[in-house]
């Protein structure tokens, strides 16, 4: 089982930054693909980005690449997504998920309970 909880989202005006954390519990965090979504008002849950259980890979939604970077630190049970550069459109519930073996296809298994990012113009 993994259990996941986010933080770091927040108010910010339009050109600025927030980090986004999501600590993880279980012992196979490590083993884990990580990613972010999420939920605009009135709009279907969208992928954000991924990284593998290594961190080697890293995977972006092309309205985000350039500007969100994601990252995780297996030793502190923990996945960041930097966020710059925001932009109005980026406000939305923002969702952690994980899974034994993809979060890029399919619906991953594990989810958070959800942080919220709000950018203001």
């Known amino acids: 089982q993994v259990q996941l909880v986010e933080s770091g989202g927040g108010l910010v005006q339009a050109g600025g930054s927030l980090r986004l954390s999501c600590a993880a519990s279980?012992?196979?965090?490590?083993?884990?693909?990580m990613g972010w979504f999420r939920q605009a008002p009135g709009k279907e849950r969208e992928f954000v980005s991924a990284?593998?259980?290594?961190?080697?890979?890293?995977y972006y939604a092309d309205s985000v690449k350039g500007r969100f970077t994601i990252s995780r630190d297996n030793a502190k049970n923990t996945v960041y997504l930097q966020m710059n550069s925001l932009k109005p459109e980026d406000t939305a519930v923002y969702y952690c998920?994980?899974?034994?073996?993809?979060?890029?296809?399919?619906?991953?298994?594990?989810w958070g309970q959800g942080t919220q990012v709000t950018v203001s113009s």
């Open positions: 279980g012992r196979t965090f490590s083993s884990y693909p």
């Open positions: 998920a994980a899974d034994p073996v993809t979060v890029v296809a399919g619906t991953p298994s594990y």
């Open positions: 990284i593998s259980w290594s961190g080697g890979s890293t």
